[in-house]
Every structure is written in C-alpha cells, then in structure tokens.
C-alpha cells in the first residue's frame, strides 16, 4: 500500500533578510509516520518545521520562495487561510509553554478560539486531549489550577494536549525533549509512538539516540541543506553520504 | 599611626557629600513635618463630609417638651456645658474674624433638637447637629442667647425654657465634600476616556505595527514629546479646544468637568501608553507563538492570552494616572475652573482637592490651615498611590520570573 504525503515540499528556498537558511528543500513527509529532522545547530532544520505550519510568517524580513503542498494545497499561495493550516498543523515548542491560566483553560483555550462555547463539548475535549496524552490520571482532580504549577514534563505533556485537544492533522515538535529530564524525556517518547497512530508527527531534534528509537524517517540537514533523507533504520545503519556517517556517529556537530 | 594627605582629603569630601544629603533629607522631613503640623489639626471626618459654604438655618419648637431628663455623657469635656432639659451640650469658640461664638458640642440621639421645623422651607425639617454654631435664639419665655455671654448662660437659659420661638444656626462650612466629589467624578471619567484610547494605542504599538511602521514611530515620538509637555499648556489647551467643544455638545458654560476630564485624559494618555507598553514588552513571545500554533487569530492571542497577563501592568498605569489626575492643578484652573462648589454639576464650574487650595490661598485671606489639611490628604492618597504600585509591579515581575 502506498503511503500518502501529508506535505510535499518542493524548491523551497528560505531567506531571513539577506541571509539565505534552506536551500532547495525538496522531500515529502508522509501521513501517519514519525519523521525526524536532525543536524547540528543552525542547519535550517528547525525552519524548515516552522515554514510547515508557516510559523516563520512572525519574523520579519523572511522571505520564502518555492511550495510547500498540504493536501494538495500550497500554503504559501496568498490566499490560503493561515489560520486554518494552524488548527489542521498543530505544534508543540522546545520550551513548555503553557498560558498562565488554570490546566483546563489551556487546553479549551484552542477550540474556544474556535467558537466552541459549550461547556458539555469542552469538558469532553479537554478530557480526551488529556487522556490521548498521557496526563488525565496526573491532573484530572486539578483541573482548575494553574498549569505552571505542574512539573517540566507535565507541562510538556499538556503543551502537546493542547495541541491535540484542536484534533490536528499533524503535530510539528521542536525539539521537545531538550528542556526535560530523562524520565519526562521517556514518557513523551512513549506519548509520540501512541500519537503516531493518528497524527503524522514531525519531531526536530538534537538526540540521534532518540531519532533512532522513536521515527520512522529521518532527515539530515547541513548548512541549510538536505543532505540525505531516508527510512530511520537505514541512515543510521548503512548511511549513503560521509556526511552524515559523520555526524551520526559523533565526529562532528 | 597617621593618615596620608590623601586619605584625609577624601575624608573631608566624603564628609562633605554625606552632610549635603543630610541637609536635602532634613528639609524634605522638615517641610513635611511643618505642612502635617499646620493641618493635622483640622483633619477631621466633619471636613471630608461638610460643606465647604456655611448654611444657614433658621427654626424653632412649639409643644410638649414632655418630662424626659437627658443624662450628661461621662465622655464629655470640662467645658462644655450641658442642658439637660433638651438634651445639648454647648461649648464656646471663636469664629474666622476672632469674635466669641457658642458651638453646639453634643446632642442627645433623643432630643428634639433633632428634628425642627425649617422656617425658610415650609415642611422641610432641620437638624441640630455638633459644630453648628447658635446664633440667635428666642425662646418663648421671651429670653434671649446671644453668643457673646458664653455657653454657661445659654445652658441656663436652655434649661428655663419650654418652647423656642426663633432659632438661628450655622454650619461651620469650611468642609471639602464638593472637591472630594470634583476629584472623585474627574478620576472616573478621565479613566473611563484614557485607559481604552491608551491601553488599545499600546497595543498597536507593540503588538500590530510592524517595527518599520511610521504611524508607530510617530505615534512613539509624540507620545515621548507629551510626557515632558508642562501641564499649564494642556490646560490651556483644554480652555481652548476642550471647553467650546463641551459648551457646543452639553449645556456647559465655560468650564466645566468634562472638559477637565478630556484635558486630564489627554496628560495621563502617555502614561498609560508607556506603562502598557512596558507591561507587553515583558510578557514572553513564547505566548503569543503557541496562541498563533492553535490556530488562534492576532486579536485573539492579544485579548485572551498578551492583554490578560500584561493586567498588572496596565493597573499600575491606571494607579500612576489617578496619582496625576489627583495631583493636577495648573491644567485644572483653565479646564474647570477655581470656583468652589458644594453641589457638583458635571456642566458646572468646580474644584479638584489641588485646585481648591489654589483657590483659598489665591483669595484675600489665605487659609493655610485649611490648604494643609488637604495637601495631607493628598500626600497621603499618593503614598498609598504609589506603594501600591510597587505592590502591583512586584507581583508582575514574579509572575514573569515564573516562566519557563
């Protein structure tokens, strides 16, 4: 069975300004799989993930050339509704960034921009979100209290609740580990191969360990460029570039 | 062992420096000291709630006193002296020109004296109430107080009589209800005028111009230019623009309140402005980012997530403004007025709390005493101002601390 393409990713060529950050980006991210971004800082592959839900829109000065088609749409066409893409292209940040308001609240906080006024249908969300990631049994009891008054990792977990709790297509990750512990860094792992079943996920990340354990494809970027892109299994075991044989053995980066 | 030349020539300077602060510190307390010593006398409940105009009323009883014999309080002074018969007690006292005057210094929760029929307003009843002071009072025993005997006579001649043909009473006057009001009505509906013109303007500056904008870069340059404008200019301003613009749109004749509320909006825009702005400079980008990644509009990450956090900011402005609108009065002269009113009328001519000391130091007797008492009033309403905005501020840095 073939697998469909949630993005196809054509030309695409990313400046900030006068300096250039993607080159001649070209790769499709398939539905349903995890795809690992990885490469050494500044490689473009952080945005890369954010031109998919057009997050690089908020800084000024950068230019994008190229397409970027989801679902046969290009998102960079001048009249697709951005605003839409984000409630379909979910994202979830290197920081846990949870609103300052009660646990519930971040999580309605999407579907009440939505118009969802409902109390029966939000509760229901919230609960939903909070039990496809892993935290309802941890927090259902104090729903009402501030989210920062969660640990590192429970916040983590409801920042990717939240995002969940809009049923996205895709969930878009930058690096989300980087700021955890080991034990939080392992549930959210765990969390990611449960979500997998119905989101396509896109995870950056900075752990080869952890792109090897947890996705399906991976991509390795150099200097704003795609170097190889291939099934996980195979860019780790048998590489086709010395590039990468470099960086995912640890010479470099 | 000895000092070097050196070392002692800085001991000279450093004793020098710390002297010179001294002194600064010294003439601050000492001038403090010298305006709560002058007015501390007069702070009283009776001056917030009292008129600042002395009324006149003009009375009298008719009918069965009864048998009831009021009982002296044990609380009250020496010198007051106490008609039990009706209940009142009398104390002497001097008037603004000096003269000797009888001042009513208790009355019983029981006594007639409560409730008197108004000569002047047919059906209307007067109250006898402390610091009244007596003027003349026939009684029907045909005996006559004047207030030049003393309240030991007049408590006699109280205590004589059964029925009181004529009765004149003054109020002391001299309260600051109608100013307190001014102030009270000004704070409100500046606020109401600048605090959305300031807090949207600060939005848009911070969150919706882009950074190469020239409305913004404008709009910045005048706010900066306005903060240093001194305030006599917006006054005249006020004079100029604001009190035709309310004469044409309301019943106003010259100045009047809401021509001294646009004025005041006008001096505290920039305030609220700046501190808004500072209050949504400090609040993480990573908010706005993961509101705009649900797939949330600009207005709504703004309303429900950046203004929401940016609340202790934006109350911190509104507390430095009610500082300001309390402390104006060059702006105020021009834009309200300096007449002291008892009766606030929006469309009327009144006077703030600073406004009306200008007015009763301005006129041909000054009343310090008075002046004094309300500059504590104010002095101390800006001290709470402003410790509370340090409260607020500390309670914004904590919660922007707590991020992640």
Known sequence: MKTENAFQIKQLNLHYGAKQALFDIAMDIPKNQVTALIGPSGCGKSTLLRSLNRMNDLIENCRVEGSVKYEDYDIYDQYYDVINLRTKVGMVFQKPNPFPMSIFDNIAYGPRCQGIKDKKVLNEIVRKALVNSALYDEVKDRLKEAATSLSGGQQQRLCIARAIAMSPDVILMDEPTSALDPIATAKIEELIQELKKDFTIVIVTHNMQQAARISDNTAFFLMGELVEYDNTDLIFSQPRKKQTEDYITGRFG | MKYSKRKKIDIFYQGIITLIALIGLFLLIAIFGYVFKQGSGLLSWDLLTSDYYATTYDTYYIGDLGDTIYERPSNLDDSVYFSSKWGIGLTSALDNEGKPIILVAYIDSESPLNSLPDKNNEGEFVRITENQALGKVIFSNYTIILSSEGPENAANLFNQANGIIDMITT???????????????????????????????????????????????????????????????????????????????????????????????????????????????????????????????????????????????ILSAVLLSVGRIIGESAALIYAVGTAIKDKVILTERSTSLAVHIWSIMAGETPNFELASAISIIILMVVLILNLLVKVVAKKLSYQGGKKT
């Open chain 2, 171 to 313: 109020t002391s006057g001299k309260g600051i209800r109608g100013s307190i009001l001014t102030t009270l009505y000004l704070i409100i509906m500046t606020l109401v005028i600048a605090l959305p013109v300031g807090v949207f303007s600060a939005i848009y500056l911070h969150e919706f111009a882009s950074k190469k904008s020239k409305i913004a870069e404008g709009l910045r340059r005048l706010v900066e230019m306005l903060t240093g404008v001194p305030s006599i200019i917006f006054g005249l301003m006020g004079a100029a623009v604001f009190i035709p613009f309310t004469s044409t749109i309301t019943a106003a004749d010259g100045g009047n309140l809401i021509s001294g509320a646009l004025t005041l909006a006008v001096i505290v825009l920039p305030v609220i402005i700046t501190s808004t702005e500072e209050a949504l400079k400090v609040i993480p980008d990573d908010f706005r980012q993961a509101s705009l990644a649900l797939g949330a509009t600009k207005t709504q990450t703004t309303f429900k997530v950046v203004l929401k956090s940016a609340i202790p900011g």
